[in-house]
């Protein structure tokens, strides 16, 4: 499976961003797709879940009814909208798809700035 992201950039505090990640290859054996981050000096982090069969979402209490994560199946293509952006959401964000907390699959990470 390969994972592309786009969207991320800079932007300022209390702005929208949204990111998408097109997957291809043997996505149908892929049980889940997820975004996660890091950050500057920590860790890496799960943000948000999807399961791509039924829609079950996960979230990380930090982002919790900011962001929105969904997908298209037909398209094979996942999306993180990001709304009230907070300077401590700059991070690189990643695609990753495979097992909810042990993803298998990762994607080039994309960059998002948040200014203050």
């Known amino acids: 499976v390969q994972l592309q992201a786009f969207g991320g950039g800079l932007v300022q505090a209390g702005d929208s961003l949204r990111l998408s990640c097109a997957a291809s290859g043997r996505t149908d054996n892929v049980p889940w797709m997820a975004w996660f981050r890091q950050a500057p000096g920590k860790e890496r982090e799960s943000v948000a879940s999807?399961?791509?069969?039924?829609?079950?979402?996960y979230y990380a209490d930090s982002v919790l009814g900011r962001f929105t994560i969904s997908r298209d199946n037909a398209k094979d293509t996942v999306y993180l909208q990001m709304n009230s952006l907070k300077a401590e959401d700059t991070a690189v964000y990643y695609c990753?798809?495979?097992?909810?907390?042990?993803?298998?699959?990762w994607g080039q990470g994309t960059l998002v700035t948040v200014s203050s």
């Open positions: 999807i399961s791509r069969r039924v829609g079950v979402t």
């Open positions: 990753t798809a495979g097992r909810v907390s042990l993803p298998d699959y």
